[in-house]
């Protein structure tokens, strides 16, 4: 039984499943995140769309690309990750002060309280939100 799933949703999982997610080495910043969203159809949890929407000190890493800045070393991350949800996408702020969007693509997972992490099927993690204040707004994110 996952602990960190109680942590999240008041109860315990309807299921445990194990397998191999694919982790990058390395990401590279892509700035400040405003928000980031999901959607919850699980019979045990109230359904809907969810949006933490964060406040200074939360950052947005991607994969790291051939020849990108490397800013933060994933080989400590977590084993064990919690599905918040369907990633429906995420804002962020670069270092000029320019608003930028995600589309929705994969799945919200939680890996920490202070960490969560984009997965896609078959590609493995491609983004992660740290740090800062994670506030969850349960309102609907267009």
Request: proline share 3%; net charge neutral.
């Amino acid at each position: 039984m996952s602990t960190r799933y109680q942590t999240f949703h008041d109860t315990t999982p309807d299921a445990v499943l194990e397998g191999k997610i694919w982790v990058p080495g390395e990401l590279e910043l892509l700035g400040s995140c405003i928000d980031c969203g999901y959607s919850v159809q699980h019979e045990s949890s109230k359904e809907g769309h969810y949006v933490h929407d964060h406040k200074d000190g939360v950052k947005i890493y991607r994969r790291a690309r051939a020849g990108g800045r490397v800013d933060l070393n994933m080989r400590s991350f977590p084993r064990e990750a919690v599905v918040l949800g369907k990633f429906l996408g995420a804002t962020w702020r670069d270092a000029g002060g320019k608003t930028h969007e995600i589309k929705g693509a994969g799945y919200l997972t939680a890996p920490t309280t202070r960490m969560l992490a984009v997965v896609k099927q078959g590609s493995g993690v491609e983004y992660v939100i740290k740090g800062g204040s994670m506030r969850v707004d349960d309102w609907i994110y267009d």
